[in-house]
C-alpha cells in the first residue's frame, strides 16, 4: 500500500481549507483548487490565521506553521491534480456539481490514484459511477470545523476496494483523526443523527416553543451539548443543513426528514450563518454559540 504524500483537495471554502491545512501540519504536500481566485486567496488567509492562533496558543511554532503554510499550493489549474496520490472533493453539497467535478479529476489523476468525496449525504456509490475507478473512490467526510474536530468518516461504496479504504484510513490516521466506517446510506452516520436534531430544533422554533437561546441552553444544559443545534446548524451553515435534510427527505421518502419551512426560508433570504454573518443569531459584532 502506497504512502500518500500529495493530497489534491478541490474546493477551497470552509471544509477545503480546513482539510489543506490539517494535512500540511501532518506533513503532506497539498495542491488546494478551486474555479475563483478570491477563493484561494481567502483559504490562503484563513490558514495562515488558523496557524497563527495555534502559535500564539504555543501548540505550534512559528517555524511549524510557516512550515505548513509553504507546503500548500492554491492555484485555480485543476490540472495540477496529476501530481496527486489522493484528491479529495469539498465542494457544495450538490450531487450535479461533484459528478462534474470527477468526471474532471478521472481524467486528469494518474491511474491508480484515490478520488474521495468530502460528501456529508451524497450516495458514494452513486458518484463512483461517474469515474473509471469505483474500486479506488470512497467517501472521506471530516467534521467542520476540520482544524479541531477529531472525527472522519469513512463510506465505503458498492465496489470500494479495501486497499483503497486503508489507504485512505492511513491517511486520515497520518493527519491526527480518529476514523469510523458508515454504511454508503442517505446522511452516513453522523447527519443522519444530527440533522434531524437539527431540523426539529428549526421546527420548534418555527412553532414557538422556545426562543433560539432558551432552545441552545435546554440543549446544552439539559443534554450537555458542547453548543446548542442552531448555533451549531449556523456553523454549519444553514444552506448546507437544508441540502442534506433534502437529500434525506429524498431518499428515504419519509415525511420525518421534510425539511422545516423555516429553514428553507432563512436560506431563501440568505441567512445562511457564520459565513454570512447571520442565521438565527447575528455575528457582526458577537459570536454566540
Do not use: W
Not at 274 to 283: A, D, I, L, P, T
Amino acid at each position: 500500500m502506497a504512502e500518500i504524500r500529495i493530497l489534491g483537495v478541490v474546493g477551497a471554502g470552509q471544509m477545503g481549507n480546513g482539510i489543506a491545512q490539517v494535512a500540511a501540519q501532518a506533513g503532506i504536500t497539498v495542491i488546494c483548487t478551486d474555479v475563483a481566485q478570491p477563493a484561494l486567496d481567502k483559504a490562503k488567509a484563513t490558514v495562515t490565521g488558523s496557524l497563527a492562533r495555534l502559535v500564539k496558543k504555543e501548540k505550534l511554532t512559528q517555524a511549524q506553521a510557516d512550515e505548513a503554510v509553504s507546503r500548500i499550493t492554491f492555484t485555480t489549474d485543476l490540472g495540477r491534480h496529476k501530481e496527486a496520490d489522493l484528491i479529495v472533493e469539498a465542494a457544495t453539497e450538490q450531487e450535479s456539481l461533484k459528478r462534474t467535478i470527477f468526471k474532471e479529476l478521472d481524467k486528469v489523476a494518474r491511474p491508480g490514484v484515490i478520488l474521495a468525496s468530502n460528501t456529508s449525504s451524497i450516495s458514494i456509490t452513486r458518484l463512483a459511477t461517474v469515474t473509471s475507478r469505483p474500486e479506488r473512490f470512497i467517501g472521506m467526510h471530516f467534521m467542520n470545523p476540520v482544524p479541531m474536530m477529531q472525527l472522519v468518516e469513512l463510506i465505503r461504496g458498492l465496489l470500494t476496494s479495501e486497499e483503497t479504504y486503508q489507504a485512505t484510513r492511513a491517511l486520515a490516521e497520518k493527519m491526527g483523526k480518529t476514523c469510523t466506517v458508515s454504511k454508503d446510506m442517505p446522511g452516513f452516520i453522523a447527519n443522519r443523527l444530527l440533522m434531524p436534531m437539527i431540523n426539529e430544533a428549526f421546527l420548534a422554533l418555527e412553532q414557538g416553543l422556545g426562543s433560539p437561546e432558551d432552545i441552545d441552553t435546554t440543549m446544552k444544559l439539559g443534554a450537555s451539548h458542547p453548543m446548542g443545534p442552531l448555533a451549531l446548524a449556523d456553523l454549519i451553515g444553514l444552506d448546507t443543513c437544508l441540502a442534506i435534510m433534502e437529500v434525506l427527505h429524498k431518499e428515504f421518502g419519509d415525511s420525518k426528514y421534510r425539511p422545516s419551512v423555516l429553514l428553507r426560508q432563512h436560506v431563501d433570504a440568505g441567512l445562511l450563518g457564520r459565513k454570512s454573518n447571520r442565521g438565527v443569531f447575528r455575528y457582526e459584532d458577537a459570536k454566540k454559540g
